[in-house]
């Protein structure tokens, strides 16, 4: 059964940081892309960021570049999104998603989310 579980969310304070983790299995972890996305109340789901397993090529999305790090521990078949600076306008459910590229379609596989909320 293939599974994605996100976890770190939580309550910040502007400026403050959090690690979100991204933990796959039933699916081989070195052949997918993982891409986290995010959705605020009213908004349209957004690509955040998005790593390669097999070369580890990084995307981000220009509103986090500079404050967020995406990274893979290939051993644990996890990513972690690494995020700093916080806004409150990155206050959003955050949703880690895998398919065969960058970044992950809809018909990929995806997690349940955890909700990220930064108070100003």
């Known amino acids: 059964e293939v599974q994605l579980v996100e976890s770190g969310g939580g309550l910040v304070q502007a400026g403050g940081s959090l690690r979100l983790s991204c933990a796959a299995s039933g699916f081989t972890f070195d052949d997918y892309a993982i891409g986290w996305f995010r959705q605020a109340p009213g908004k349209e789901r957004e690509g955040v960021s998005c790593?390669?397993?097999?070369?580890?090529?990084?995307y981000y999305t220009d509103s986090v570049k500079g404050r967020f790090t995406i990274s893979s521990d290939n051993a644990k078949n996890t990513v972690y999104l690494q995020m700093n600076s916080l806004k409150p306008e990155d206050t959003a459910v955050y949703y880690c998603?895998?398919?065969?590229?960058?970044?992950?379609?809809?018909?990929?596989?995806w997690g349940q989310g955890t909700q990220v909320t930064v108070s100003s």
């Open positions: 998603a895998a398919d065969t590229g960058c970044p992950p379609r809809r018909k990929g596989y």
């Open positions: 790593i390669s397993s097999s070369d580890g090529r990084t």
